[in-house]
């Protein structure tokens, strides 16, 4: 009896699989070349508003200390 079940888990297990990889194959594929580029392009439009790039005000920063450190 444990044959017949472990025999049945591993037919639902390769039939999720196939399943999985059905969908996988009808995806609509887009060549790197071309995502690399709009990636390039989203990067430099946007690159102003990118506080990695431009820095955060003091005055907004959360991260701030709000003392400073005083050693006697």
Known sequence: MSGN????N???QAQKLVDQLRVEACMERIKISLTAGDLVRYCQDHRRSDPLLTGIAASSNPFKDKKTCVLL
């Open 5 to 8: 079940v472990s025999s049945s």
């Open 10 to 12: 591993s037919v639902i």
